[in-house]
């Protein structure tokens, strides 16, 4: 019997598999129902030899010091300042929306001062900011919310703004000085030799056994181990007893051009026009240098894996019904994007992983307990 199961091998269930593993000396099993490590941030060398991430571009920013330091153990870094530009009314402008990208979609020449102005005369008074709609309109107002956000939302999501919690675009700034990065944070930086090469060293440890392409099974896979860290989705560990919880998702359709750049920047979003959302080209972000270049496209569907918890009020309603099962369970972690429902960046990921470490180095296990299996 394994002192731990882990399902799941993206971050959560990886940093918590060498914690345990390195720091606690007990034995690991991982499993993943995928034929490979490293989750939704997987990345491998393509057809052409380029490095490509398979589930949509993966860009490490963090302001945690800690979760940098926990990281640099298994991996060095390379330095990368993520840039977007939105194609709106036929043209490309930076979104974040800056100084540049009201000067340039409206044909002014405003300084940051100017700005603020423009925007203060559009903005729409809104009492309670509760939606995604909300946050934008109170703070660019409504033409430059239509023009950016309302199209890109209700693609990605199949939802209006209006529907969404805040969150949502509560993730892109407003700024009115020239700054163009998409983040601010203060590490930015990829895995020099990519993600899936990190995710091998944490793994590479011999309390911990790997098993991939297998799937969680309740009734033969519980009595393998003393205790679990499940880090799918919750709603499908307790077989959708509530009904399910939604998820967004993404096809992924990958291209590699016979050029040598195809965009200007990493990433290129598509607010008005086309199915998918965004275009991303890898080499700005890996800094590799190829003749050819790789791409890849997102379209956003309602079935397929789950990407994305769709954060709305009803569904964190029911996905609380799913929390308070799980705290009835002493023996049973739920880590990660899908194991606590939550719209989670890579860091924050390791930050929720780490917490949950020693959250378990906290709980004694009482001397009476005894595995329903044994
Ligand atoms: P996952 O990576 O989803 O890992 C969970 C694993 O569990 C999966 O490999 C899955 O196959 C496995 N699994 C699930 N159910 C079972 C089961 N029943 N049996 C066996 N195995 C199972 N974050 C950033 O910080 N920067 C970015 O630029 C960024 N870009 C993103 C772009 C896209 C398109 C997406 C979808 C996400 C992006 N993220 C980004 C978020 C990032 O992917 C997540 O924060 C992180 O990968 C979550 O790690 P995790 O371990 O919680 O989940
Ligand atoms: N968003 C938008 N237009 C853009 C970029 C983002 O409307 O050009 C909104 C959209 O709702 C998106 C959210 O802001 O889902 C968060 O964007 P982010 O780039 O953080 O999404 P992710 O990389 O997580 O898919």
């Given amino acids: 019997m394994h002192d731990w199961m882990i399902v799941g091998a993206g971050f959560a269930g990886s940093v918590l598999a060498e914690r345990l593993a390195s720091q606690r000396d007990e034995t ?16 491998y060398t393509d057809a052409a030899g380029i490095l490509v991430h398979r589930y949509g571009p993966h860009i490490f920013h963090t302001n945690a010091a800690a979760i940098v330091d926990y990281l640099s153990q298994f ?35 405003l ?22 709609e909300d946050v934008v309109v109170s703070t660019v107002g409504r033409d430059l919310y239509e023009k950016f956000f309302q199209g890109y939302t209700r693609k990605q999501w199949g939802l209006d703004p209006s529907e969404l919690s805040r969150i949502v675009t509560a993730r892109i700034p ?18 020099a030799d990519g993600y899936t090469a990190m995710f091998a060293r944490m793994l590479d440890h011999p309390n ?34 509530f009904g399910p919880l939604p998820y967004r998702s993404l096809r992924f359709v990958h291209e590699t ?27 700005h972000l890996t800094g590799q240098v190829h003749p050819k270049t790789s791409l890849v496209y997102e379209y956003p569907t309602a079935e397929g894996d789950p990407y994305y ?21 002493s023996d049973v972690w739920f880590v990660g ?38």
């Fill in 28 to 43: 690991v099993l991982v499993i993943d129902k995928r034929d490979h490590i490293g989750g939704n941030a997987y990345d």
């Fill in 75 to 109: 991996t060095a870094w390379r330095p990368y300042e993520h840039r977007v530009l939105a194609q709106v009314d036929g043209k490309l402008l930076p979104i974040p929306i800056n100084l540049d990208t009201v000067n340039r979609l409206y044909n002014l020449d």
């Fill in 111 to 132: 300084d940051p001062e100017g700005m603020e102005a423009f925007l203060a005369a559009r903005r729409e008074k809104v009492e309670d900011i509760q939606t995604s």
């Fill in 174 to 191: 407003t700024r009115t000085n020239r700054d163009d990065r998409y983040f601010t944070d203060t590490f930015q930086q990829m895995p």
């Fill in 208 to 241: 911990i056994t790997v098993e991939l392409g297998r799937t969680w099974d309740e009734s033969s896979d519980r009595p393998l181990a003393r205790r679990i860290i499940f880090t799918g989705p919750i709603d499908e560990y307790f077989q959708q007893c």
């Fill in 257 to 283: 051009r016979d050029v040598e750049w195809a965009q200007p920047v990493g990433t290129v979003n598509f607010p008005q026009t086309e199915d998918y959302t965004r275009i991303t080209e890898f080499k």
């Fill in 309 to 329: 918890p769709i954060p709305r009020p009803e569904n964190q309603a029911l996905y609380k019904l799913y929390r308070k099962q799980a705290e009835s369970l």
């Fill in 337 to 374: 994007r899908l194991g606590s429902y939550q719209y989670l960046n890579m860091d924050q990921v390791v930050g929720q992983a780490l917490a949950t470490f020693d959250r378990i180095n906290a709980t004694r296990v009482p001397t009476a307990f005894v595995p329903a299996a044994e």
